[in-house]
């Protein structure tokens, strides 16, 4: 997993502020996953992009969260106007066509205060 | 409804003992992969069982895939400190891929 690179590794937002994570997936992969994740518990599928498409949305909140995985830069995974309940580890992971293996960043650690 | 149940949930023993760790479902699937996550760390791919029956080795971990694809185990011989961590499994589920809610391991020295 050394090859997919996500920041910032940690990010402490006030109430109301925006929170903008990112991810850059490994050589060749165009295929990113962003999962989320609370203490000591598994990981909670939130959506799936290939360059410059949304494949699949379903595991997001229809509000305030949006993900775009543009043809040139990382991933950006958006969060508007956070909430204490956004607090979470953010894990971005990503694939070659075709390949059910994924390779996991490091996360983000989103504290709000 | 979990697509994936992980048993048991949390497991704490000795260093040098065995353990097995399950992951069953009432769905079959191509293909189902073990992640190994430690704490502060993105999951680590382990090893991807595609055949029914099939076994793979990894040093001290044994995995195998259930006869008709829907379950499968993990065990570890003569487990290590080193060996703690929060164990997940995980398939692909349409377009997801889809993860049971882990079985933290903490093995004590």
């Known amino acids: 997993n050394a090859g997919v690179m996500q920041n910032p590794r940690h990010l402490v937002r006030r109430r109301g502020q925006e929170a903008r994570l990112r991810c850059s997936p490994m050589?060749?992969?165009?295929?990113v996953y962003w999962y989320r994740q609370l203490p000591e518990e598994g990981l909670k599928f939130m959506v799936y992009?290939?360059?410059?498409?949304?494949?699949?949305e379903s595991g997001m909140p229809k509000e305030r969260f949006s993900a775009e995985f543009p043809k040139e830069g990382p991933s950006i995974l958006r969060i508007q106007q956070v909430v204490r309940g956004d607090s979470a580890a953010y894990f971005c992971?990503?694939?070659?066509?075709?390949?059910?293996?994924?390779?996991f960043g490091q996360g983000t650690r989103l504290t709000v205060v | 409804t979990q697509l994936l149940e992980q048993s048991p949930q949390f497991l704490s023993i000795q260093e040098g003992e065995n353990l097995t760790v399950y992951c069953n479902s009432s769905?079959?699937?191509?293909?189902l992969q073990w992640y190994r996550q430690e704490p502060g760390e993105g999951p680590v791919l382990l090893v991807t069982?595609?055949?029914?029956?099939e076994v793979k080795k990894l040093k001290r971990l044994t995995f195998q895939f259930g006869d008709a694809r829907k379950d499968s185990s993990l065990h570890i011989t003569a487990a290590q400190p080193g060996d703690t961590g929060l164990y997940l499994c995980?398939?692909?589920?349409?377009?997801?891929?889809?993860f049971g809610a882990g079985t933290i391991l903490r093995v004590k020295s």
């Open positions: 992971a990503s694939s070659g066509g075709g390949s059910t293996e994924a390779f």
């Open positions: 050589k060749g992969h165009s295929h």
């Open positions: 992009l290939q360059k410059e498409n949304i494949i699949d």
């Open positions: 769905s079959v699937f191509s293909s």
């Open positions: 069982v595609v055949t029914g029956g």
């Open positions: 995980a398939v692909r589920y349409g377009n997801k891929l889809v």
